[in-house]
T-cell receptor
Framework: KAGVTQTPRYLIKTRGQQVTLSCSPI?????VSWYQQTPGQGLQFLFE???????NKGNFPGRFSGRQFSNSRSEMNVSTLELGDSALYLC????????????FGNGTRLTVT | KQEVTQIPAALSVPEGENLVLNCSFT??????LQWFRQDPGKGLTSLLL?????REQTSGRLNASLDKSSGRSTLYIAASQPGDSATYLC???????????FGSGTQLTVLP
């Protein structure tokens, strides 16, 4: 069974630009969550999508948005990039039940210059 | 607001030693607690998930326990190997089962 796939693996963007990250969950998983990992703040929850609907949202500004498609693939968009957005962005999928473990991809490393 | 703390931040042990990693959380109203490992430059690998109604889970050389009343979880690694070297993260879910609050991790080095 293929794991969670995130593309691209690395991105370099300039301040003010926008970026879109992609995540393909494990086959059959309907829940996709996004996390940001930085050395200073650690891992922080961004949002979760289930069956194309945002179910939960973390404490991030509106520049961070996402969506989920009917095949459960998800995209995350960050507009008007800031230097502080440089981070490893991790996507996790799960079957969606309360006791389903989260399975993470290898992440997209975003560098904003 | 849930807060998760992991002690120690770093640990170095000789190969073959049994070891315990600690995790504490402030809000006992959790859905579950999950342990992960992260290798440098990689994503997270799920190790064990303990449901809120459970006390422990085992997988191979790993055993994780959960004590909600004291807000603590431990990860026990038996007969450590150099391949166990990684950062170990615990995460508690509260509010939503998939909204995890992570600790800052314990960086484990197992010396051959």
């Amino acid at each position: 069974k293929a794991g969670v796939t995130q593309t691209p693996r690395y991105l370099i963007k300039t301040r003010g630009q926008q970026v879109t990250l992609s995540c393909s969950p494990i086959s059959g998983h309907r829940s996709v969550s996004w996390y940001q990992q930085t050395p200073g703040q650690g891992l922080q929850f961004l949002f979760e999508y289930f069956s194309e609907t945002q179910r939960n949202k973390g404490n991030f500004p509106g520049r961070f948005s996402g969506r989920q498609f009917s095949n459960s693939r998800s995209e995350m968009n960050v507009s008007t990039l800031e230097l502080g957005d440089s981070a490893l962005y991790l996507c996790a999928s799960s079957a969606g039940q309360d006791y389903s473990p989260l399975h993470f991809g290898n992440g997209t490393r975003l560098t904003v210059t | 607001k849930q807060e998760v703390t992991q002690i120690p931040a770093a640990l170095s042990v000789p190969e073959g030693e049994n070891l315990v990693l600690n995790c504490s959380f402030t809000d006992s109203a959790i859905y579950n607690l999950q342990w992960f490992r992260q290798d440098p430059g990689k994503g997270l690998t799920s190790l064990l998930l303990i449901q809120s109604s459970q006390r422990e889970q085992t997988s191979g050389r790993l055993n994780a326990s959960l004590d909600k009343s004291s807000g603590r979880s431990t990860l026990y690694i038996a007969a450590s190997q150099p391949g166990d070297s990684a950062t170990y993260l615990c995460a508690a879910s509260s509010g939503s089962a998939r909204q995890l609050t992570f600790g800052s991790g314990t960086q484990l080095t197992v010396l051959p």
